[in-house]
């Protein structure tokens, strides 16, 4: 019996050695390399980058995981115990593995014969998420998981771990942490959730997709049950409470704030910037901060604008045709259709939907449209602007005499929402005329582009940009990446330049057929004024105030192609400059971009400034990285710059800018058309703001007829310059010194004198002011009549 107790014992030490021993090679196999846990004091997961508007709000957010970081005392006390008692009760009482969830597990994963369910604490999610990145769960990974919890929790505190978790954990459509999930579930801030809310992203960490209230609000009401009633079973709240949170109706956002929606042009050009000067793991890994000079007020006038003026000009185009034509068959699928996605989305006032034309009648004057399950009335009145496209044919010259002309049976069609007519529990009326529910009118989406750029003159600060008409469809920015002929709008600064050459503005110009030297092609440049006729004896401001191309060219030729050149690269235009007369007439592309801050040198007493698009950025420990101030530097006179808004007020006021007078404020500005109506611009200033208007076909398509800077252009700046400025004190350019007032006769240019049938009040640079007064015209000799001379270009 000894000995066999002694072969017993031996054997049992054997067995322990050996035990020991694979124990320690494990234990070694195991802890060997682990992650430094020191990391995690210096948490720098990756956050979203900001950009916000000049008055505080999200106009663009950028990620690679969408997080916002937030310390722990930022959040209410029942977000932190509804995530605890869900997924750790034990957290404040274990130290980094808790032993009985373990049993538990391994219990579990022995029946079934493979690893199914862990009994991962909240510290052994930290180090699975921030320091192991093999996600295999096996006993090797899960060993390494338990030792590094168990030294988190001696180096780290219950807080840090929690701070920790609740930032870092991945909680549903592509939201990292609770702040992010608050705002992405709820659109409100972590510290604003009440206990209802706190219990549903509780239950989502096991899994996100499955209890996701967005896609299985069921399952997630269930798991929030769960959460509550472990809340009610760990004590942290009351049986009422639980009640009370069970019966809080939740408003979740099926949808997420698309915050770059609000200036997108704006946004993507912000963008474009910081990735290249930062590099894409600052830009989308980063959180920066990016402080804009965007008004949210300006962008939305501005976007209004050039939607409304698009629009406009789309409807004086005519009308392109419905958007398709059903067979009857067809018509009742689509009637179908229609019917279960305005059931779940009735249409409001002011959408435009698709409608089903079901009634065509000359006798009533009116269609009837199908929209859902509900006839609505589209009258005469409404689509009498939708004649057929034709660019020889002015818009105002022909209308719709009847609808038949446009719309027939099965033709789908966009319409707009105008006035409710009837409820709708009226279309079951016996008579189907009174069941119309909506009267509506036809609309059509607009092919032309169009394009705002505005800035405060002072200080360069960019306060509005549209780049085109849906950034969703073409995210190409018309306001700075494309380069289009500017027209006349181009012309004020070749007058400029000819003021600092030495002419004035009441020097007289002949306006009389041009004719240059012959081409290479052995042809011979014969310019137009617009309407092809000639004017004679013209004053330079009348010049420029009624956009005589002949005389601009004339004007371009004394003062020389290579002075006008340099003088427009001194006020900012960096595109390619034609190096010949028809830079007269704006034949050389340029931005929208560029020839706004061009403008901005007359508005701003001679200085030219950078446009400013961003004001500081700040990284992610609060360090200001950038920050931006004005520069400006002189490139002309002051004189000279108020001379030049003296003449651009001129042309508001007497010449092709006279919409503009419906500001019923002083305001400068200039015109452009380019041959065959291909581009209108409008570009104008006040002493506030300097803005840019451009509408055109990407394609370069002709426009209609008459649409000129005037007709297509300028509403855009008038609308947009109407609202921005709505309510703000009038006031006129000051006068600097240097510049005298004088009153002159039109004809001559002159002093106005006794004789003088027609006078202006014009502006010089002191000492180029006339001096003699206007002379009593001569009596014309019978049958004498005035004979142009025909300047021609040797």
């Known amino acids: 019996m000894k000995r066999f107790l002694k072969f017993t014992f031996g054997f049992f030490l054997v067995i322990l050695f050996a035990g020991a021993c694979i124990g320690a090679y494990f234990w070694y196999m195991w802890s060997s390399n682990l992650p430094f846990i020191g990391s995690l004091k210096e948490y720098r997961p990756s956050i979203i980058t900001q950009v916000f508007s000049d008055d505080g709000e999200v106009i663009g957010r950028f990620w690679e995981e969408n997080r916002i970081v937030v310390p722990l005392d930022e959040l209410p006390p029942h977000l932190i115990q509804a995530f605890v008692a869900a997924e750790d009760a034990r957290f404040f009482v274990h130290e980094g593995v808790d032993i009985l969830g373990i049993i538990r597990a391994f219990y579990k994963n022995v029946t079934a014969g493979k690893i199914e369910q862990g009994g991962s604490t909240i510290t052994q999610q930290v180090t699975r998420s921030l320091l192991l990145k093999n996600t295999e769960r096996t006993y090797r990974r899960k060993a390494r998981e338990a030792l590094l919890s168990m030294q988190i929790e001696k180096n780290f505190s219950k807080k840090r771990i929690l701070f920790l978790y609740l930032n870092q954990i991945y909680l549903g459509k592509g939201a990292y942490g609770v702040e992010a999930a608050a705002r992405t579930y709820f659109n409100k801030p972590g510290k604003d959730l009440v206990l209802a809310e706190a219990a549903i992203l509780a239950g989502l960490p096991q899994a996100p997709t499955r209890y996701s209230p967005v896609l299985h609000f069921d399952r997630a009401r269930v798991r929030q049950k769960y959460v509550l009633e472990r809340m009610y079973a760990e004590g942290y709240i009351t049986r009422e409470q639980l009640i009370d949170a069970l019966e809080t109706p939740l408003n979740i956002q099926t949808t997420t704030e698309n915050t770059f929606a609000k200036a997108p042009y704006f946004s993507e050009h912000v963008r474009r910037y910081l990735l290249a000067k930062y590099g894409r793991d600052l830009l989308y890994r980063g959180g920066l901060k990016v402080y804009t000079t965007l008004s949210l007020n300006m962008q939305r006038a501005a976007q209004e604008a050039v939607e409304k003026g698009l629009l406009d000009m789309d409807k004086r185009e005519g009308f392109r045709g ?5 067979t009857p068959d067809e018509a009742l699928v689509f009637r179908k259709e229609k019917i279960k996605e305005f059931t779940s989305s009735p249409p409001e006032v002011g959408s435009v939907v698709q409608g089903l034309v079901e009634e065509v009648s000359d ?40 609808p038949s002309q446009v719309l027939k049976q099965g033709d789908v069609i966009l319409v707009r929402m105008l006035r409710e007519i009837s409820e709708p529990s009226a279309a079951t009326a016996t008579d189907e005329r009174q ?31 549209v780049g085109g008409r849906d950034f969703s469809v073409s995210q190409f920015n018309r306001a700075t990446q494309s380069r289009r002929q500017p027209g006349s709008a181009f012309k004020p ?27 290479p092609d052995e042809e011979a440049w014969k310019p137009k004024n617009y309407k092809e006729k000639f004017f004679g004896p013209t004053l330079f401001r009348t010049a420029l105030a009624k956009s005589r191309n002949v005389i601009t ?70 360090q200001v990285i950038e920050e931006n101030q004005p520069e400006a530097v002189e490139v002309i006179s002051k004189e000279t710059a108020y001379v030049m808004t003296d003449l651009l007020k001129a042309v508001v006021q007497e010449g092709t800018g006279w919409r503009i007078k419906a500001l019923k404020r002083p ?45 297509a252009a ?13 309510g703000t004190p009038v006031v006129d350019f000051p006068v600097p010194d240097g510049v005298v007032f004088a009153k002159i006769d039109v004809k001559t240019g002159l002093l106005a004198g006794p004789y003088s049938d027609k006078t202006v009040l014009q502006t010089f640079k002191e000492g180029t002011e006339p001096t003699e007064y206007s002379p009593k015209p001569k009596a014309a000799k019978s049958g004498q009549f005035f004979q142009f001379d025909m300047d021609q270009d040797s």
């Open 667 to 711: 305001a400068a500005g200039k015109t452009g058309t380019t041959n065959n109506l291909r581009d209108a611009w409008f570009m104008g200033y006040t002493p506030e703001l300097v803005t840019g208007a451009w509408v055109g076909y990407d394609d370069q398509k002709t426009m209609g007829k008459g649409e000129t800077g005037s007709r």
């Open 493 to 519: 600064l070749i007058y400029a330049a000819a003021l600092d050459w030495g002419m004035n503005p009441g020097e007289v110009i002949i306006d009389a057929p041009y004719i240059s030297g012959k081409t």
């Open 363 to 402: 006798e009533r004057n009116e269609v009837l449209v199908r929209i859902g399950e509900h006839l609505n009335l589209l009258p005469l009145a409404n689509m009498k602007w939708a004649r057929k496209p034709d660019p020889e044919v002015a818009y105002y010259a022909t209308g719709v005499k009847k």
């Open 435 to 465: 069941g119309l529910v909506w009267e509506v009118s036809l609309e059509q989406i607009p092919e032309a582009q169009g394009a705002i750029f505005s800035m405060t003159p002072g200080t360069g600060e960019v306060k509005a940009m």
């Open 553 to 622: 060219i004339k004007i371009l030729k004394k003062i020389g192609v290579e002075y006008a050149i340099d003088y427009a690269k001194r006020m900012g235009i960096e595109s390619p400059l034609s190096p010949d007369l028809s830079l007269a007439l704006g034949s050389s592309g340029t931005s929208l971009m560029e020839l706004t801050r061009a403008y901005s040198v007359f508005a701003n007493g001679g200085l030219l400034v950078k446009p400013i698009f961003i004001k500081r950025i700040v990284d992610r420990s609060g």
């Open 714 to 726: 300028s509403p855009l700046w008038l609308y947009y310059m109407s609202h921005v400025l709505k």
């Open 322 to 326: 419905p958007v398709r034509h059903l």
